[in-house]
């Protein structure tokens, strides 16, 4: 006898219905903005008729023909957004990497200690992660902009790993605390010392948690809006910031259309993310959120 | 694991937090208590044979930039900055009490202070968005686990659009829908019948706004944390709670929530961190003239041509006592589970 043997069939259309208006309302202000980035402003932004959305009557008499590559165009060649994507990729990637270096020695060292210490430094980094990100950003202007370090990517991106330190721990932590201790204590007793045992047996069988961990990384790194905005130079922009920049110049005829094509595009690598390591995402939150 | 073992495990982690997390925190508490130099001022005495001599005084610019250059951080200003109209402002409060014959009438004029808008406009936030993303979080898991399997694949998938998408980017995507000339705010007025109706323009609307966006944006991440704890009901105290003839109700009601009970904690001192910190939004939404919040004022005050880093570093202030006050709880918790654990 199963559990779902029972449903009466007003119970499964109350579902079914509450799950259509919640997809519709996930997905719909995603494809409408798709769809339109291929539009001109004066159908994306219809005075006259929304339905001009759909058919594209205005995009047909100024460009004709109904979807128009203007709006990337302008974005991507003509501001620059390039240029943005690419500073994105270095600081993704190297905010990744370093956390999970980092954030695996010390997930690692926290998952093994059983001393009191390891609990407190849990808790601070519990406390760490409540900061607004842009209460710490208003500490670190003055001494950057002093000490010469403002500006550049590295210096967002040591920030952005710092930022990230206390959820990669906790994440780390509890996916350590997982796999048995006899493991690695194994490898000791046969003469390893603790680094090798962690290199030669916890780095082979810790994948899983790490890429789970760095899936997180990466959307906070991506996502992040506080610090890059106000840690990074003109030229050094990120595509968050650089997008925010575009919305600064919306009574300009054509370059809100700049900023919803930016928006398109930099939203398509995050839907790829999900396409590929939804199982990855869920069941991350699934050890790291159930047991942490 | 030895101490000197751990220490060099931690030491990247641990020195990346300190450096990065603590001495910013310390340097946001000196910056607070610090104000900008006034601008200097010299006086020039120009005499003329007509009119005798006037005295004029004028900004003296170079000399302003000189001493602003050499001590960036400004001269010191105790607690000042604290008290001054654009933070805890007392003297405007003291003045507002004392004017006010009713507390509404007393409330009314704190909102038009800049702090306390912010931090009214930041707490309705999160203790009106973090019940709702709860309850619909649980709303969505518990429909989606019960579709039959090939449509859950799928479901999750639309589902975790709101969550993974930038803040910033999520919130512009709305904004241009409800634009009266988007296909949200369109649609608004042909249904109410008010060809002026502005989703921007009243700050009720706005605060509304700016909350169903809290929603969308978070309810995924209550959806997937509650759906992976359903996946963990044991199936055999379902199934004896059936025989014993529980309704679909009861076994929800005692079996499924009180499984599901650390979870709930664990997504509400996760929002509450995070919708005390709403900030994104108001930019997406270029809400600012209507609703403002904590982390959006230290934005402002480093974001213009001429930061003003005291005052940011006084709001960041205020902003982390405000952390720490909804985090004491957790904090008393936690380190009770962990004593009585000890002991046991």
Redesign the interface.
Same mark, same amino acid.
């Given at each position: 006898m199963t559990v779902a043997s029972r449903r009466s069939p007003l119970l499964i259309a109350a579902g079914a219905s509450f799950v259509l208006i919640w997809l519709v309302l996930a997905a719909f202000p995603f494809a409408w903005t798709l769809w339109g980035s291929f539009k001109v402003q004066g159908d994306f932004f219809s005075k006259a008729d929304w339905t001009y959305a759909l058919k594209g009557v205005r995009t047909l008499a100024e460009t004709g023909s109904a979807f128009t590559g203007a709006g990337y165009e302008g974005a991507w060649i003509q501001q620059g957004f390039w240029r943005a994507s690419l500073n994105t990729i270095i600081v993704v990637v190297f905010t990744v990497i370093i956390s999970l270096i980092f954030g695996t020695l010390g997930g690692y060292a926290l998952a093994r200690s059983g001393f009191r210490y390891a609990f407190w430094l849990l808790m601070a980094a519990l406390v760490f992660r409540a900061m607004p990100h842009v209460t710490l950003v208003s500490g670190y202007l003055l001494p950057f902009f002093q000490w010469n370090l403002w500006g550049h990517l590295p210096t967002s991106i040591i920030v952005l790993v710092a930022i990230n330190q206390p959820f990669t721990l906790w994440m780390l932590h509890s996916f350590f605390l997982n796999i048995p201790r006899d493991l690695d204590e194994s490898a000791m007793v046969d003469g390893c010392t603790r680094f090798q045992a962690f290199r030669r047996v916890i780095i082979p069988v810790m994948w899983p948690g790490v890429i789970t961990t760095g899936l997180f990384s990466f959307l906070l790194a991506y996502n992040d809006f506080a610090v890059t905005a106000l840690l990074l130079s003109q030229e050094n922009q990120t595509m968050v910031p650089k997008i925010a920049s575009f919305m600064g110049s919306t009574q300009v005829e054509g370059n809100v259309m700049f900023a919803v094509a930016a928006v398109v595009s930099a939203t398509a690598p995050l839907f790829l993310l999900i396409v590929f390591f939804q199982r990855q995402i869920v069941g991350g939150l699934m050890t790291g959120a159930v047991k942490g | 694991?030895p101490?000197s073992?751990?220490l060099?495990?931690?030491l990247?982690?641990?020195a990346?937090?300190l450096?990065?997390?603590?001495?910013?925190?310390?340097?946001?508490i000196v910056?607070s208590l610090h104000v900008e130099h006034a601008q200097v001022l010299k006086e020039a005495e120009t005499c003329d044979p007509f009119s005798g001599c006037k005295k004029t005084t004028t900004v003296d610019v170079a000399a302003t930039a000189k001493l602003r250059a050499q001590e960036?951080?400004g001269r010191f200003n105790g607690l000042g900055t604290y008290l001054d109209r654009a933070h805890l402002a007392s003297a405007e409060v003291a003045q507002a009490w004392a004017a006010s014959t009713s507390v509404g009438e007393f409330g009314s004029r704190l909102m038009s202070l800049p702090f306390y808008q912010a931090m009214a406009f930041t707490l309705t936030y999160t203790f009106v968005v973090t019940p709702f993303v709860i309850v619909l979080g649980m709303?969505?898991a518990l429909?989606?686990n &019960?579709?039959p399997a090939i449509f859950k694949?799928p479901?999750?998938?639309?589902?975790?659009?709101?969550m993974?998408?930038?803040?910033?980017? &999520?919130s512009?995507?709305?904004f241009?829908?409800i634009?009266a000339? &988007?296909?949200i705010g369109?649609?608004l007025q042909t249904l109410t019948g008010d060809p002026n109706l502005s989703l921007k323009a009243s700050p009720i609307l706005t605060w509304v706004t700016l909350i169903i966006y809290g929603v969308?944006h978070s309810a995924?991440f209550a959806f997937?944390?509650f759906?992976?704890?359903l996946?963990?009901v044991s199936?055999d105290t379902?199934?004896a709670a059936?025989i014993d003839g529980a309704s679909?109700w009861e076994?929800l009601r005692y079996v499924v929530i009180p499984h599901m009970a650390p979870?709930v904690v664990?997504v509400m001192l996760i929002q509450l961190?995070d919708n005390?910190?709403v900030?994104?939004p108001i930019?997406g939404f270029?809400a600012a003239a209507n609703a403002s919040s904590?982390?959006y004022n230290?934005?402002n005050?480093?974001?213009k041509a001429s930061?003003s880093?005291g005052s940011?570093?006084a709001?960041?202030m205020l902003?982390?006592l405000g952390?720490?006050v909804?985090?004491i709880p957790?904090?008393v918790r936690?380190?009770r589970d962990?004593n009585s654990r000890r002991v046991s």
């Open positions: - | 694991m101490h073992t751990f060099r495990f931690i990247p982690s641990l990346a937090m450096i990065f997390i603590a001495a910013p925190i310390v340097s946001v910056q960036p951080l709303l969505i429909v989606i &019960g579709l694949g479901t999750i998938f639309v589902s975790l659009l709101p993974i998408v930038t803040p910033l980017i &999520g512009m995507v709305l241009w829908m634009d000339r &988007g296909i369109s649609s969308w995924p997937i944390t759906y992976a704890g996946q963990s199936t379902l199934e059936m679909r076994r979870l664990f961190m005390f910190r900030f994104e930019v270029s904590l982390s230290i934005y005050d480093l974001a930061p880093y940011a570093a709001t960041s902003t982390v952390v720490a909804l985090l957790v904090l936690t380190w962990f």
